[in-house]
Nanobody, 118 residues
Framework: QVQLVESGGGLVQAGGSLRLSCATS????????MGWYRQAPGKQRELVAT???????NYADSVKGRFTISRDNRENTVSLQMNSLKPEDTAVYYC????????????WGQGTQVTVSS
């Protein structure tokens, strides 16, 4: 059974920092893409950042220069360092691992709440 468990969310003031972590279990193969997505109330879920197995990172324009994604391929974990947080970063943040070619898979975590106060 595959599980993704996020941690590190919470309440922070604008300008502050948080670090999200995602631990995976039950994955018996090398993970391709790991990423973070978020969903604010009344909005669609959106990409925050992704990291491929080759180390290429992709960021939403809104978080470039403030957020950094990192992964540990031995431990199959992924983290998101969030600096200079803004109230508009408030959302539920989800971890995702997937491969969209060959033997496809797509798994999501349950989400962790990030609230940024002004």
């Amino acid at each position: 059974q595959v599980q993704l468990v996020e941690s590190g969310g919470g309440l922070v003031q604008a300008g502050g920092s948080l670090r999200l972590s995602c631990a995976t279990s039950g994955l018996l193969f090398r993970i391709d893409t790991m990423g973070w997505y978020r969903q604010a109330p009344g909005k669609q879920r959106e990409l925050v950042a992704t990291s491929t197995s080759g180390g290429a990172a992709n960021y939403a324009d809104s978080v470039k220069g403030r957020f950094t994604i990192s992964r540990d391929n031995r431990e199959n974990t992924v983290s998101l360092q969030m600096n200079s947080l803004k109230p508009e970063d408030t959302a539920v943040y989800y971890c995702r691992v997937y491969r969209d070619y060959g033997v496809r898979y797509d798994y999501w975590g349950q989400g962790t709440q990030v609230t940024v106060s002004s």
